[in-house]
DNA sequence: TCGGTCACGTA
DNA sequence: CGTACGTGACCGAG
C-alpha cells in the first residue's frame, strides 16, 4: 500500500474529515502533522508519512483546512506540487488581531500567550549549540521557561528534523485555537472569524500569484516600450546615447543652459530664470504653464518616457518576466489599513503597458471590478439607510447629486474628500451637504477622525486593529498637531479603505475557490479589480462564476440587503479590452 | 553607503 | 491641510 494512502487513514482514523484542521509544517527535513486531539504525523521512508508532494493526495481525499505559521509553508507546499484549497494562516490573523505587519512566529506565539512582544528574547549563542545545557534545560521543546519562543526554533530550528517539524505544527495547532478564542472576543461589527479565513486565503492566493504570474505577450511588451522610450540598447554606450537624445528634446529649448533633468532643484532653477517660479516641479503643477513657455511642454513629456524609460523600462522587463509571466511578490495584507501590495509594479503598471497584459493562446482573461466600492462599503459600514439607498443606483454618485442639489462630479468629490478627509478647497459647500443629507455615515467618519486624532486604535468593520502612532514626549506642538491631524485622516481613510480590502479579498478567496475546478486562475488584483486567466472553453462559466461570487460575498458581508454592490465584469483577451458595462446586480433577490 | 526628499505610476 | 502603496533618482550626511 503507498504510504500516503496509509497517511490518509491514519489521518481519517484520527478523526479528520471535510474541513477538519491539519496544522502543516514543511521544510527540507520533510512535514510534520497535527490535527485535532494531538495526533502528530511526520514524512519518512515507507511505511510511515510519505513525502511533502503526498500531502496533495491528503488534500484531495479529505480537503482539510491546513494551519500554518505564515505563508512560506504555502510556497513550500504550492513549489511540491500540493495544491491546497483552505488555510488558516497564524500570520495573517495575527495581523489582524494585534495590527501592524510584523508576525514571526516569535511574535505570533507572545500574542497569544499574553506576553510582551517588545521583551523577545534575542538569539544567544548557547541555544546555537543545540542539545541539553548545563542547566538541564531541554533544547528540544521550542518554548522557554518564561514562555516565549525559543529563539533558535523561531530562527528556523523548527525544521531541523521530522521530529520538530511536528511539534512545530502542533504548537501552531495550539496557536490557532488561542487565535479562535480572540477573535471570538473582537466583537466587531462583521465576522471576524470570517475575516480571518478570507485574510487566510488572500496570503494562500498571494503565494500563487508569486508562482503563476501576470501573462505577458513578449513581442507587445518590447513593441510598446519601443515606441515610447526607444529600441533595446545593445550596450551602455548606446543607452546613454538615447538617453541624451531624449534630455535634448528638451535642453534645446533653453539654449545656452546647462540643467540637469533630473536634479528637480536645477529645473525649478531653469524655470525661474525663463519666469516661471514653482514651488517644486511636479507634473500637475508644471500643468498650469503649458502655455507659457514651450520647455514645460516638452519637460512634461520628458517626465512621462522618463518615467518608462527608468521604472518601467527592458532592465524591469528582463528582472521581473520569465516565460512570458510578470512575476513580483505578494503581501495580503499592508501594515496600515490591510490592502494587498505586490512587488515589481505590479500595482502601478502604467495604463500604456496593459494591452501587451494578455492571455496566452487557448486563453482568456475576465475582467472584474468592483463598482464605488468604497462609498458602498461606508454605507454598510456605517448603517446609513439614507446613503444605503443611493448604492441601489448603477452610479452612486448620482442620486448623492440630485439629493445635495448639485452636479454628479462636485457630488463625486465631496463624497471622496469625505472618505479622505479634505476639508479645503472645491468641495467644501458640499461636504455640508452630505451632512446633512446623510449625517450617520458623516459621523461615523467623524468618530473615525476623532479616534485617530487623539491616538485611539480603532478596528475595521472585520475586525483588523488599526494601530495609531503616537510621537515620542517632547515633541513640540505644532509638530504635534500636525500629527494628529495626520493620523485623523488616516484613521478616517483607514476604516474605509481597510473593510473594502476585506470585501475584496473574501471577494477574490470566493472568486478563487470557485473558479479552481473550471481551471480559472486569478493572476492579478488591484484593490477593487481581478484578473483571472481561464481557458476558451470555461471562460463563460468562469465569469458567472466570478459574479455569483459577488452575490454570495454580499450577501454574507451584507446580510441587511440595503446596501447594493455592483461590478463590471468583461471576457477580454488583454487587461486594456474596453468593458463592456455589464452591471452585476449583487442584491440577492 | 545610508536615509530623506522629490517625483509619479496605480487604486 | 485628500488616503494608501512601490520604485527610482538625486542629495547630503556619515
Known amino acids: 500500500m503507498p504510504t500516503a494512502e496509509t497517511l490518509i487513514d491514519q489521518l481519517r482514523a484520527a478523526g479528520v474529515g471535510r474541513g477538519d484542521l491539519i496544522a502543516v509544517a514543511v521544510s527540507a527535513a520533510g512535514f510534520g502533522l497535527c490535527v485535532s486531539g494531538g495526533h502528530e504525523f ?19 481525499a479529505l480537503r482539510p483546512r ?4 505564515d505563508n512560506s509553508t504555502a510556497t513550500a507546499l504550492i513549489q511540491a506540487g500540493v495544491r491546497p484549497a ?5 500570520a495573517a490573523v495575527h495581523r489582524l488581531i494585534d495590527g501592524g505587519w510584523a508576525a514571526d512566529p516569535a511574535r505570533v506565539w507572545a500574542g497569544c500567550a499574553d506576553l510582551d512582544p517588545d521583551r523577545l528574547p534575542a538569539l544567544g549563542q548557547l541555544d546555537l549549540l543545540g542539545g541539553e545545557l548545563d542547566d538541564g534545560v531541554d533544547l528540544e521543546q521550542p518554548t522557554r521557561p518564561d514562555g516565549y519562543l525559543r529563539p533558535e526554533w523561531a530562527a528556523g530550528g523548527w525544521g531541523r528534523t521530522t521530529g520538530r517539524l511536528s511539534v512545530w505544527a502542533a504548537l501552531a495547532l495550539r496557536v490557532h485555537d488561542r487565535q479562535r478564542a480572540r477573535l471570538g472576543d473582537l466583537h466587531p461589527r462583521g465576522d471576524a472569524l470570517a ?3 478570507s485574510e487566510s486565503a488572500a496570503e494562500l492566493l498571494c503565494a500563487e500569484l508569486a508562482v503563476v504570474g501576470l501573462p505577458l505577450d513578449a513581442d507587445r511588451i518590447e513593441r510598446i516600450l519601443a515606441d515610447y522610450i526607444g529600441p533595446r540598447p545593445s550596450d551602455a554606450e548606446h543607452a546613454s546615447r538615447i538617453r541624451d537624445a531624449r534630455d535634448e528634446q528638451v535642453k534645446r529649448l533653453v539654449p545656452g543652459h546647462d540643467v540637469d533633468l533630473r536634479s528637480p532643484a536645477q529645473v525649478r532653477e531653469l524655470l525661474a530664470r525663463i519666469g516661471i517660479e514653482v514651488s517644486d516641479t511636479r507634473s500637475w503643477r508644471l500643468e498650469m504653464f503649458r502655455g507659457a513657455h514651450p520647455v514645460v511642454e516638452a519637460l512634461l513629456a520628458w517626465r512621462k518616457s522618463e518615467r518608462l524609460a527608468t521604472t518601467y523600462g527592458y532592465r524591469w522587463l528582463d528582472e521581473h518576466t520569465a516565460d512570458g509571466r510578470l512575476r513580483g511578490t505578494w503581501t495580503g495584507c499592508d501594515g496600515g489599513a490591510g490592502r494587498m501590495t505586490a512587488s515589481a509594479g505590479l500595482h502601478s503598471m502604467p495604463a500604456e503597458l496593459r494591452p501587451a497584459v494578455q492571455a496566452p493562446d487557448g486563453q482568456l482573461l475576465v475582467r472584474a471590478d468592483l463598482g464605488q466600492i468604497e462609498p458602498r462599503v461606508l ?5 446609513d439607510p439614507a446613503f444605503a439607498l443611493a448604492t441601489h443606483a448603477d452610479d452612486l454618485y448620482a442620486p448623492v447629486a440630485e439629493r ?13 474628500a469625505a ?15 452630505l451632512e446633512d443629507a446623510y449625517p450617520i455615515a458623516m459621523r461615523f467618519l467623524k468618530n473615525a477622525y476623532e479616534s485617530g486624532r487623539t491616538g485611539r486604535d480603532l478596528r475595521t468593520h472585520g475586525g483588523r486593529l488599526i494601530r495609531m502612532y503616537r510621537l515620542p514626549g517632547g515633541t513640540d506642538a505644532e509638530t504635534e498637531r500636525r500629527a494628529a491631524a495626520g493620523r485623523g485622516r488616516f484613521a478616517r481613510n483607514a476604516v474605509v479603505q481597510g473593510a473594502a480590502a476585506e470585501f475584496f479579498k473574501a471577494w477574490a478567496a470566493t472568486v478563487r475557490a470557485r473558479c479552481r475546478p473550471m481551471d480559472g486562475q486569478i493572476v492579478m488584483c488591484l484593490h477593487d479589480e481581478l484578473l483571472v486567466q481561464a481557458p476558451e472553453g470555461q471562460v463563460e462559466q468562469v465569469a458567472a462564476a466570478v459574479g455569483d461570487a459577488l452575490r454570495e460575498v454580499a450577501a454574507r458581508w451584507a446580510p441587511s440587503t440595503a446596501v447594493r454592490f455592483v461590478a463590471d465584469l468583461s471576457i477580454v483577451t488583454t487587461w486594456s479590452d474596453a468593458k463592456p458595462a455589464v452591471v452585476t446586480d449583487a442584491l440577492p433577490f
Open 42 to 60: 511526520r514524512s519518512g521512508p515507507a511505511p510511515a508519512g510519505g513525502q511533502v508532494a503526498d500531502l496533495e493526495l491528503v488534500e484531495q
Open 66 to 69: 491546513w494551519v500554518w505559521w
Open 86 to 90: 483552505t488555510c488558516f494562516d497564524l
Open 195 to 197: 475575516t480571518a479565513h
Open 379 to 383: 454605507a454598510e459600514i456605517a448603517g
Open 404 to 416: 445635495l442639489n448639485v452636479d454628479r462630479p462636485t457630488a463625486k468629490i465631496a463624497v471622496l
Open 419 to 433: 472618505m479622505y478627509g479634505q476639508t479645503s478647497g472645491t468641495a467644501g459647500a458640499a461636504l455640508q451637504g
